[in-house]
């Protein structure tokens, strides 16, 4: 089982729509999650952090977190054209993050 | 907030040639610093993690002979890929962190490397 799952997408969501983001981990004693951003040919942009259970809100972006499920969804409220990029679900395992592959969203104008 | 920089940005070389990518954070001290490895279409995948002074620890699967990390101060560290091949050819990423919490992890804007 890899540490860090996504579904690769495309995810295709329309403007203005919500755009929902779905991660699964391993490892239980995992305690930090992050949502990055990577638009093509760049470096990820961190864009929610997440340490305890339940919902973190942050402008446009939710991330909710499961720790019994070890599930991490990210949220993106009125979706713009912006908004499509690749976005990558990591976690900490001791002092280092461990990406997912990523979800490649794309938002229909 | 914090910048890393990366140079270069762009690298092609020849087949057996070995290429020296440097990660500088500019307006902070990194006591750790990390490289990754990003495929087309795959994840960032962790090489090794680079402390300022020590050896690099190395992922299981990463060559540490082919990948040679120095860190040699708490502002610079550089990944060499020695003898490089055609397989070689990623995109190198390196991060910084300043300290904990470890979301204080900045990215620098990556190495496009192309081995011939």
């Known amino acids: 089982q890899k540490e860090v799952e996504q579904n690769s997408g495309p995810l295709s969501v329309p403007e203005g729509a919500i755009a929902s983001l779905n991660c699964t981990y391993s490892?239980?004693?995992?305690?930090?999650f992050f949502w990055y951003r990577q638009y093509s040919g760049k470096s990820p942009e961190l864009i929610m952090s997440i340490y305890s259970n339940g919902d973190k809100e942050d402008g446009r972006f939710t991330a909710q977190l499961n720790k019994a499920s070890q599930y991490v969804s990210l949220l993106i409220r009125d979706s713009q054209p912006s908004d499509s990029a690749t976005y990558l679900c990591a976690v900490n395992r001791d002092d280092k993050i461990i990406f997912g592959k990523g979800t490649r969203l794309h938002i229909l104008p | 907030g914090a910048v890393v920089s990366q140079h270069p940005s762009r690298v092609i070389c020849k087949s057996g040639t070995s290429v020296k990518i440097e990660c500088r954070s500019l307006?902070?001290?990194?006591?750790?610093m990390f490289w990754y490895r990003q495929f087309p279409k795959q994840s960032l995948m962790l090489m090794a993690t680079s402390n300022e002074g020590s050896k690099a620890t190395y992922e299981q699967g990463v060559e540490k002979d082919k990948f040679l990390i120095n860190h040699a101060s708490l502002t610079l560290s550089t990944l060499t890929v020695t003898s490089a091949h055609p397989e070689d050819s990623s995109f190198y990423i390196c991060?910084?962190?300043?300290?904990?919490?470890?979301?204080?992890?900045?990215f620098g804007p990556g190495t496009r490397l192309t081995v011939l």
């Open positions: 490892d239980r004693g995992s305690q930090s």
């Open positions: 991060s910084a962190n300043a300290g904990a919490p470890i979301a204080s992890q900045y």
């Open positions: 307006d902070f001290q990194a006591t750790t």
